[in-house]
């Protein structure tokens, strides 16, 4: 069963750091470009980072996290990284990984509709 799955979330204090993880059973993910989204009560879903197939490992951010969240991947645990340092409250959203539909795509991009799997998402709160 193909399936990706999320984990690290929580509630953090303005300033603090969190890393979400997200798993794959049934994909290698170093096959595909993965990418986080995030969608806030009320709000779009956004794209946050993406990282390219391995080999190439290209990112991109959003201008909103440029400089706060890392995105990575560590193939032999089959696990993609999202690094989130000094959180603001309006990252406050649940988050999600999903998988480009083309494998070994050498670039990324944030675009929804490239992405056609996706985790359940995980909750991250900033707030005091």
């Known amino acids: 069963q193909l399936q990706l799955v999320e984990s690290g979330g929580g509630l953090v204090q303005p300033g603090g750091s969190l890393r979400l993880s997200c798993a794959a059973s049934g994909i290698t993910l170093e096959s595909y470009t993965i990418g986080w989204f995030r969608q806030a009560p009320g709000k779009e879903r956004e794209g946050v980072s993406c990282?390219?197939?391995?080999?190439?490992?290209?990112?991109k951010d959003a201008e909103s996290v440029k400089g706060r969240f890392t995105i990575s991947r560590d193939s032999a645990k089959n696990v993609v990284y999202l690094q989130m340092n000094q959180l603001k409250p309006e990252d406050t959203a649940v988050y999600y990984c999903?998988?480009?539909?083309?494998?070994?795509?050498?670039?990324?991009?944030?675009?929804?509709?490239?992405?056609?799997?996706w985790g359940q998402g995980i909750e991250v709160t900033v707030s005091s």
């Open positions: 990282i390219s197939a391995s080999g190439a490992n290209m990112t």
């Open positions: 999903a998988r480009d539909w083309r494998p070994y795509g050498p670039t990324c991009a944030l675009t929804k509709a490239r992405y056609n799997l």
